[in-house]
């Protein structure tokens, strides 16, 4: 019987080896190998040794990273662009899917329908979800008039809403001969009176179909969760004389507040990476305005041949990820072992 | 009372209003897909472009579908094909492998089995950007001893009944630039989400019934194809179309590993077609709305097994 049971676990590890294996070289061993190479004098294609992991280069440390963080101009650029995108996307899907799981959660009539139309998008490829907004937000120029939604605006009189949307170079910051301006400079925040902590107009076009595309998903977790709290709770609260107002802010948003914290986790991550949606709706746009980090990185790899550049932007953009995710997976893995 | 009631009614009507204007928000890029593609090219016109088409037209599906040999634009049809080559068997093995590796790591736990399942998992995490250099050397390391394979098969002359053999297995050899190859890597960067679904699932029916049979004398196959397999239909449903939606849909591999335009899997291809100035926007329409089709409907038809995916995937599901 013993000896029947170890032979089965034995089988057991047995068939699950290979995907061990195939993780631990497609993760783990080409995080690693990318590690390596953004620390390397590598900027070139014909350095590629046939049958070599690396070229034979020089070892530069460091160099790559500094180069990045200190004088490469469009990385510090996307790094804002990032940082702006995320705040802006995450805030976004969490209101416009908070706000549609409530409403749905009034016992709507043909509720599956809506709930069907908000979640759509999730099934369409970023390219498609590109091609199509990057048409609609086409401000048209002075021999085609305004197209798109521009031109819908214009029909349903609301012209003044027009925009350049995703071809607009400017960056909105605050200025230091402001109010706010003055009181930054006061205290010694004078550098948040700059472009490079400023909000470039065109990336909030992608984020926009960002948006349309994600905040379905954040819908139907919100929607999960609201299913998930006991009727008797809500009632309780409103016997005690709570208006349907209060019951939300002091029952309901509280227990909710883990699914925020899962949707900002696969939000941030998923805008972190934003690459597919960048490059079919707009790549780096005026002036870097809506070039983000993933893809620099392919940009200057697979048409620039600066492996050792775009290996450090991918390790950045990776130790990025992994701030926002492995907190998350481990406690997760602890709270399933007291279960 | 009466009062009341029409404050009641009012709110009622304002819910109704904002759930109507959020779906035409969401409706709003469908329409003018449809409303595009469907125009003749006497209608494509940028003043009326929101406006419905006359009738029924199907100019721009086929230029789209079929290209226009006299600006020398491909169409997408052949890159549709690519994408069902691609996106079925690379569905079919993930699943699979996803369901032993669940099996294994929900009913045969064993020391570390947890830190394991949790280094797995961060593979669904990772951008895919910091294994990307790595991953096309590995793949053009490999083509050189597979490309050769390839070519000899292609030059095979096969007996006329068999003449479509050595086409298809030459497609699935793993190499750069071969289907095969997306094959490989959709397969392998698939295990952490398919091995999640499928352990969240088995973690749910009760271990006395794996015990139980352990002690009749099942062995560790028998209880995956006796008791696990047939009744995981559930979550294998799940996990196909989510598998199915995500290759379909992707684009960072899909432009990386295939460098050739007939081997180009259609999101591929569409990107091209819309960075191409000579492509009018209805034929780009029409384009995205058959490049969307095929997950649309597995949407429509399936939503629901499609909704457990997007919840499983974060991760307490």
Sequence with gaps: MRRRLDSDRLT????????????????????????????????DIAMIAKGKLFPNVPFTGMENYVRLLTTDQRFQIDLRNTLVFTLTFIVGCLGLGMLLAILLDQKVK?????????????????????????WLLNPG????????????????????????????PKVGFIQPDSAIGGFLHSIGLDFLTTAQFGIPFAILSVVLAATWQMSGYTMAMYLAGLRGIPEELREAARVDGANEFQVYRHIVLPMLQPITLSAVI??????????????????????????VPAYYMFDTVFRGNHFARGAAIAIILLLSVAILVVPYLISNMRSEVKQ | ?????????????????????????YLLPVYILIVTSLKSYAEVNLATMWSPPSGFHLDSFRQAWLGDPSKGTQGLSSNFYNS????????????????????????????????????????????????????????????????????????????????????????????????????????IYGIPITTLIFRNYYAGIPDELVEASKIDGASFGGIYRYILFPISMPAFVVVLIWQFTSVWNEFLFATVITNKADVQPITVALNNLAGS????????????????????????????????????????G
Excluded: C
């Design chain 1, 12 to 43: 057991a590890i047995l068939f699950i080896t290979p995907s061990i294996i195939a993780i631990l070289i497609f993760v783990y061993g080409f995080i690693g190998w990318t590690g390596w190479a953004s620390l390397l004098k590598w900027n």
């Design chain 1, 110 to 134: 043909g509720e599956a329908i809506f709930r069907g139309i908000y979640l759509f998008p999730m099934a369409v490829s970023f390219i498609v979800t590109g091609v199509v907004w990057r």
């Design chain 1, 141 to 168: 120029n002075s021999s085609t008039g305004p197209v798109g939604v521009n031109l819908l605006l214009e029909k349903l009189g609301l012209g003044f809403l027009q925009s350049a949307w995703y071809t607009n």
């Design chain 1, 266 to 291: 696969i939000l941030g991550h998923i805008s972190l990476k934003i690459f597919d949606l960048v490059s079919s709706m707009t790549g780096p746009g005026p002036a870097f305005a809506t070039d």
């Design chain 2, 1 to 25: 009372m009466k009062v009341q009631i029409t404050s009641h009614t009012a709110k009622r009507a304002l819910l109704y209003v904002l759930l109507i204007a959020a779906a035409i928000f």
């Design chain 2, 84 to 187: 069902l080559k691609l996106a079925i068997p690379a569905t079919i093995f993930s699943a699979l492998l996803g369901s032993l590796n669940g099996y294994v790591l929900s009913k045969w736990r064993f020391r570390g089995s947890n830190a394991l399942f949790t280094a797995i998992l961060f593979g669904m995490f990772i951008p895919y950007q910091s294994i990307l250099i790595p991953l096309v050397q590995t793949l053009q390391t490999v083509s050189r001893t597979t490309r050769p394979w390839i070519n000899d098969l292609l030059a095979w002359k096969a007996p006329e009944l068999l003449s479509w053999l050595p086409g298809l297995v030459a497609t699935y050899i793993p190499s750069y630039g071969t289907i095969g190859g997306l094959v490989l890597v959709h397969v």
């Design chain 2, 277 to 316: 100035f000579i492509v009018e926007w209805n034929v780009q329409m029409a384009g995205a709305l058959l490049a969307a089709l095929p997950t649309l409907l597995v949407y429509i038809l399936l939503g629901r097994y499609f909704m457990r995916g997007l919840l499983a995937g974060s991760l307490k």
